[in-house]
């Protein structure tokens, strides 16, 4: 009981994230673009699809999206340590493409937005929020495609869970899911542990 009231009240904030950074605390970075969402990418043909990245990291994903030229991309992320390490591995890039802010403050209107460990994230609290600012963020008909966890959310986290049933709960009023099944091609330590998912703005 104890433990959850702790989780609820939990403020994952800048100073949390850029603490995990400067600490390397940072179980969840892949260390580059990950298979499923490399194959998504790949599978893409409109090279002009403006795309963002939220919560990305160090940016693998969107290093992987300008790198096969998809150049109208962007990342935000609430830590400046990842985003100083984008800079430096991209330095051409326009440091306009490289946002420091919060998401749920954040406005703009994409194409296509990447999820892969944003929403597992976030306080659980926060679900609603987030499904309704993806909507926002959203061009009509824009895609919010990637990955989202498939194990129990329980009071421990980040990460936090949750199930297919749970998202399409959430989703399903604002997105139509075109897709959500668990990933074939996850990186070993996911496996079986993650939804590949392409939910499409009514
Ligand atoms: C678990 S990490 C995942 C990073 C990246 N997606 C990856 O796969 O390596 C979550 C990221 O979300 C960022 N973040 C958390 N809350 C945020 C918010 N409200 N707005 C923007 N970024 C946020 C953190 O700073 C962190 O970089």
Known sequence: MRVLILTMTMNFDSNYWEERYKNNQTGWDAGS???PIKHY???LTNKKLKILVPGAGNGYEFEYLLQQ????SYVIDIALTPLQNIKARLPEVPGTHIIHGDFFDHVGEYDLIIEQTFFCALNPELRQQYVEKMYSL???GGRLAGLLFSFPLTE???PFGGSAEEYEAIFSSLFTINKMEEAYNSIKPRAGKELFFIFEKK
């Open 69 to 72: 030229g998809f150049n109208n």
């Open 33 to 35: 673009v990950t298979i």
């Open 41 to 43: 990418i790949d599978n």
């Open 138 to 140: 959203l061009k009509p």
């Open 156 to 158: 421990q986290g980040p």
